[in-house]
């Protein structure tokens, strides 16, 4: 299991602090909860974050674009130092195009499903994606409760990469924590991204540790 711990809940102020205690804690990647105040209900994060957290620490940034318009920006992120990106299918009307362009520039894509959305929708594109980012909140903001139908959404997706032996990873993200991290990966899961339950408790190397731990595997 890889652990991806979400800034979007850690104390910005300390920035660099929380992600080295992450790392330390055995976190794989930063995740960078990106939102425009259109496709999502909140404002967050952007390319100077990234930047930030290439400097703070030697783990990836796993950029997630909650946007309009996000194939305006892809550079940017880029540039300034994403690892992966994804973006949401409900935003995205050339989403192919998108994903192509993306592994063009070297980095890892990926797409992310709303709660609502169907695993149809990924029908003509998982075949060029590296993960698919499931999201087990309605996205826009950390702190929300996991949304349990999502856990045989999970399992389904599991079934269809192995069906079609596709090298996709399973990302999940939304309210996941020591308690239900264990469900999440044994139906499926590759990469857990955690907000609250990494930095919400004030310390999040041994949060992190104990999410691991949690999950057993
Ligand atoms: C929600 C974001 C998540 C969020 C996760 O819109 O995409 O990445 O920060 O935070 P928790 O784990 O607190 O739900
Ligand atoms: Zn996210």
Same mark, same amino acid.
């Given at each position: 299991m890889i652990l991806a711990p979400s800034i979007?809940?850690?104390?910005l102020s300390r920035l660099g602090e929380e992600l080295r205690a992450v790392e330390r804690g055995g976190a794989s990647l930063v995740h960078v909860d990106v939102m425009?105040?259109?496709?999502?209900p909140n404002i967050s994060l952007g390319p100077v974050i990234v930047e930030a957290v290439r400097r703070s620490c030697s783990l990836p940034p796993d950029v997630h674009l909650m946007i309009e318009d996000a194939d305006r920006y892809l550079d940017a992120f880029v540039d300034a130092g994403a690892a992966s990106v994804s973006v949401h299918v409900e935003a995205m009307p050339h989403l192919q195009r998108a994903i192509a362009y993306l592994r063009s520039r070297g980095v890892r894509p990926g797409v992310a499903l709303n709660?609502? *959305?169907?695993?149809? *929708?990924? !029908? !003509?594109i998982l075949a060029e994606v590296d993960f698919v980012l499931v999201m087990s909140?309605?996205?826009? %903001?950390? %702190?929300q409760k996991f949304l349990p139908p999502v856990l045989d959404k999970i399992r389904r997706l599991a079934r269809l990469v192995a069906e079609r032996g596709l090298p996709v990873q399973i990302q999940v993200d939304g309210g996941v924590n020591r308690d239900n991290v264990r469900a999440v990966v044994q139906a499926g899961v590759d990469i857990v991204v955690a907000g609250a339950a990494a %930095?919400?408790?004030?310390?999040p190397e041994a949060a992190t540790r104990a999410l691991i731990e949690a999950a057993g595997a």
């Open positions: 979007l809940a850690a104390d425009d105040g259109r496709f999502v709660p609502s *959305t169907p695993l149809a *929708t990924l !029908e !003509e909140v309605n996205p826009g %903001f950390s %702190f %930095f919400g408790g004030g310390d």
